[in-house]
C-alpha cells in the first residue's frame, strides 16, 4: 500500500512518524511552536504565489487554482487551508492531519 511504501522510505531516510520522540510526531507531541523544524508559520511560498495571482492571464491551459473543492493533505496547523478557502468563497476546502 502506499502507506506502507512512506513508511519504508522514511525509515530508510532516517525520519520516523514514532511518537518517541525521534521524528515529526515525536515533535508534535512536545509542543512544535511556530516557525519551530519544518513549520513555516505561513502558507507555503509557492502557494501564496498561485493565489495572489489566480485568475490572471498567464497563458495557461486552465487556471492553477480551480474553484470547487480541495484537499490539503498534511496541512498542519492549516496555513494553506486557510489562504486556499479565503480566496475564493467558491472553493470547499478539507485539511487532514494525523500528527496530534
Known sequence: TILALITTAMAASGTTSSSDGTGWE???ARGLKPG???DASQTEPALAV???????????SADPLPVGRA?????????????LAAASVDREVLGMEIAP
Open 71 to 83: 484537499l490539503v493533505p498534511g496541512c498542519g496547523r492549516g496555513y494553506a487551508v486557510a489562504s
Open 36 to 38: 519551530q523544524a519544518f
Open 50 to 60: 498561485l493565489i495572489d495571482n489566480a485568475g490572471d492571464d498567464h497563458g495557461w
Open 26 to 28: 515525536g515533535m508534535w
